[in-house]
């Protein structure tokens, strides 16, 4: 790999591992802290923490379904001798 990519591949990993991170503390810790602490003001609201993965799963299941349907529709019949 050149080293753009390997910087591309850290930085992905590293946004995968601070997204982690913060989903882990909205919905594990925060519930524990009381609603008035100074930390709750980085966090969205916990209906939030259900309805975004919630989301983004369906945006991926259609993503791979218009890449089924795409690739079903443009595959070459085999030629029968």
């Given at each position: 790999?050149?080293?753009?990519?390997?910087?591309?591949g850290?930085?992905?990993?590293a946004?995968?591992?601070?997204?982690?991170?913060?989903?882990?503390?909205?919905v594990?810790?925060l519930?524990f802290?009381?609603?008035?602490?100074?930390?709750?003001?980085?966090?969205?609201?916990?209906?939030y923490?259900?309805?975004l993965?919630?989301?983004?799963?369906?945006?991926?299941?259609?993503c791979?379904a218009?890449?089924?349907?795409?690739?079903w529709r443009?595959?070459?019949?085999?030629?029968?001798?």
């Amino acid at each position: 790999a050149t080293g753009v990519d390997q910087v591309v591949g850290m930085g992905l990993v590293a946004f995968s591992l601070i997204l982690f991170s913060y989903y882990t503390v909205w919905v594990i810790v925060l519930p524990f802290v009381d609603s008035d602490h100074i930390i709750q003001k980085y966090f969205l609201p916990r209906e939030y923490s259900v309805i975004l993965p919630g989301v983004a799963a369906l945006i991926l299941i259609l993503c791979v379904a218009f890449i089924g349907a795409v690739t079903w529709r443009n595959r070459k019949p085999k030629k029968v001798d």
